[in-house]
């Protein structure tokens, strides 16, 4: 069949056999499909949706488009993590360390940032010399060595899901649960991990905006990994308000380490739950022993030193970090309380900013962003200053940074 009979097929609201789709999606791999083919089919699955079945078809010609690690080469139990997607979201960077410190291996693949969501690889990249892409034997190596290593899909790795992701980014096919799971699914089969997390986010700055799409989205999940033999531990989180308070790449690493040095917080409380969940599961002990030993490790700055061992594993220096030289203060025009800090507008002020792609190969810049200095339930008055934006030039942005807060009497 043709690529425009597949997507054809697919507009009109039929079920893709296992050959038509490889042939769409590996063709597109290839270059035999063009990009705004593929966009179109993509568009079409967005609308139209995908049977589980050629959900799974999607997923294992994902990950059978590079290779599977060798797991037995791994000393120990792998546990995985994986956000769907939000704002500020830079849990990876510090639930990463805090396993390994417990003793388990968490190699990760994850992606770049999707619309105006950010992703953990451009956030790794802000670090300078941070290497993201690692050959099978590095992820390996440093697995065994440092317990955490996390890296993007490369040619060994689910490199059709780079190419996928890199276009849905920029196409709006990024919100629709057959692409998120085969996505996820596919990265997360190619590492093999025993035991897999998924930080399922649901809100305004989440790809998934209502509870019952993220259901659904677990459910797939769930069914993929028993299809694999893998058991996937689904957790819904709030994604209606930025998580943290910095939101851009080498801000949100920056609160990463602040979090490891000791930062109360949402963040954190988000971070101590999900690895606790983790943890119990994969050492098998109840959640209240799992809990003690995650704050454990984060209050004795194990957890930080080993971020430290990890970036410097994969080449990074997190003292060279870098970030924009024009701070400018979003002040209040109102008296009254915080009742709402908005995700999505969050996001997209950080892409506007710079630190997101609008367009495929867009470079971004790592060090402009949002950092939010009020919290929901403060009190505020005019002139009080609601978030600093770090851009590069002097533009003024009041009207869209004030759009982010809901300020009522
Ligand atoms: N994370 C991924 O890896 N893929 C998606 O599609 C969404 C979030």
Request: glycine share 10%; aromatic share 6%; charged share 25%.
């Amino acid at each position: 069949m043709s690529i425009l009979e597949i997507i054809e097929k697919k507009k009109n609201g039929w079920e893709l056999d296992k050959s038509e789709i490889t042939e769409a999606f590996l063709g597109y791999m290839n270059g035999t499909v063009e990009d705004y083919q593929m966009s179109s089919l993509l568009m079409a699955i967005v609308l139209n949706g995908m049977t589980f079945r050629e959900t799974v078809d999607l997923t294992d010609i994902m990950l059978y488009s590079g290779k599977k690690l060798d797991t037995k080469k791994v000393d120990g139990v792998m546990v995985d993590k994986h956000s769907t997607g939000g704002v500020g979201d830079k849990t990876s960077l510090i639930i990463g360390p805090i396993m390994a410190c417990l003793g388990l291996k968490m190699g990760k693949l994850s992606g770049r940032g999707l619309g105006y969501t950010g992703g953990t690889i451009d956030k790794l990249e802000s670090i300078p010399g941070f290497r993201v892409a690692l050959t099978t034997d590095e992820f390996i190596f440093d697995l065994n060595k440092v317990g955490f290593t996390e890296c993007e899909q490369t040619p060994e790795f689910t490199p059709l899901d780079k190419k996928i992701y890199d276009l849905r980014s920029v196409t709006g096919t990024v919100s629709s649960i057959p692409l998120i799971a085969s996505s996820i699914m596919s990265k997360k089969l190619a590492v093999g991990a025993d035991f897999i997390l998924i930080d399922l986010k649901v809100g305004s700055g989440a790809l998934i905006k209502n509870k019952k799409d993220a259901i659904e989205l677990a459910n797939t999940m769930i069914e993929i990994g028993k299809a694999y033999n893998r058991v996937v531990i689904p957790v819904l989180t709030n994604m209606n308000r930025p998580l943290g308070d910095n939101v851009g790449n080498a801000l949100e690493v920056i609160e990463a380490m602040d979090i490891l040095k000791g930062k109360n917080g949402n963040l954190r409380d988000l971070c101590i739950e999900l690895s606790s969940n983790l943890y119990s599961r994969a050492k098998h002990v109840n959640i209240d022993v799992a809990t003690e030993a995650v704050k454990r490790v984060l209050d004795d700055g194990k957890a930080y030193d080993k971020f430290i061992e990890f970036t410097k594993m994969q080449g990074g220096d997190v003292e060279k970090l870098e970030l924009a030289e024009h701070i400018v203060p979003i002040k209040s025009t109102a008296n009254g309380r915080l009742k709402d800090i908005s995700a999505e507008e969050i996001g997209k002020l950080a892409l506007e900013l710079g630190g997101g792609r609008k367009k495929k190969g867009d470079t971004i810049d790592y060090g402009v962003g949002v950092v939010i200095n009020k919290h929901i339930g403060d009190s505020i008055n005019e002139g009080d200053i609601l978030c600093y934006l770090y851009q590069r030039d002097n533009t003024d942005r009041s009207l869209e940074a004030m759009k982010a807060f809901t300020i009522v009497k």
